[in-house]
C-alpha cells in the first residue's frame, strides 16, 4: 500500500489561504492606523452612499446617509465602522480565488464575477439593517452579528464551492 496522495486542496493552499488572508488583513488593519484614506474610508462611504440610495428605493420612509451614517425615517441610524463594511468577507474570497491553484485567467475571472456580487449582497445586507433599525431596533443587534454576518459568509462559502466547481469540473 502507498503512501496517500495530497489532493488538490492539501496543506499547501491552505496555508497560502491563511498567508494571503493574513497579509491582507494586516494591510487593511495598518492602513486604518495610517487614517484609512486609501482602503477604509472610501469603501466604507461607498457603501453607506450606495446602500443608502438602495434603500431610498426599495424602503417606504426616507432614508439619509451622511459620511458612515444611514438614517431611516429621521429615527433610527445606523453607522457603518470598520468591520462592519463587508469588506472582510471580500477579502476572504479574495484569498481563497488566490490561493487555489487555476491559472491566472480562471482567477481573475472569478474574481470579476463573485467580488462584485458580494458588494451587491452586502448592500442587500446593509438595506435589510437599515430596516430592522427602523422597525424593529430591539432585534437589531440579533439581526447584525448573528443574522447578517452569518449570511455574508455563507454565500462567500457557497460562492467558493460554485468557483471550486468551475476550476475542477
Not at 470598520?82 to 471580500?90: D, F, M, Q
Amino acid at each position: 500500500m502507498g503512501a496517500a496522495r495530497e489532493g488538490p486542496v492539501g496543506w499547501r493552499v491552505l496555508l497560502r489561504f491563511a498567508a494571503i488572508l493574513i497579509a491582507l488583513n494586516l494591510a487593511y488593519y495598518a492602513e486604518k492606523k495610517l487614517g484609512g484614506a486609501v482602503v477604509d474610508e472610501p469603501y466604507t462611504h461607498a457603501v453607506t452612499w450606495t446602500s443608502a440610495q438602495v434603500a431610498r428605493a426599495v424602503l417606504p420612509y426616507s432614508v439619509q446617509s451622511s459620511g458612515r451614517g444611514i438614517v431611516a425615517g429621521g429615527r433610527h441610524s445606523l453607522f457603518i465602522a470598520s468591520g462592519c463594511n463587508g469588506l472582510e468577507a471580500i477579502f476572504l474570497m479574495l484569498a481563497a480565488i488566490a490561493a487555489y491553484p487555476a491559472t491566472w485567467r480562471r482567477r481573475l475571472r472569478g474574481l470579476a464575477w463573485y467580488l462584485p456580487a458580494l458588494f451587491a449582497l452586502n448592500l442587500v445586507r446593509v438595506v435589510a439593517l437599515v430596516h430592522v433599525a427602523h422597525s424593529h431596533h430591539d432585534l437589531m443587534d440579533v439581526a447584525h452579528y448573528q443574522v447578517a454576518q452569518g449570511i455574508l459568509i455563507l454565500f462567500v462559502l457557497a460562492f467558493w464551492v460554485h468557483y471550486l466547481r468551475g476550476v475542477d469540473g
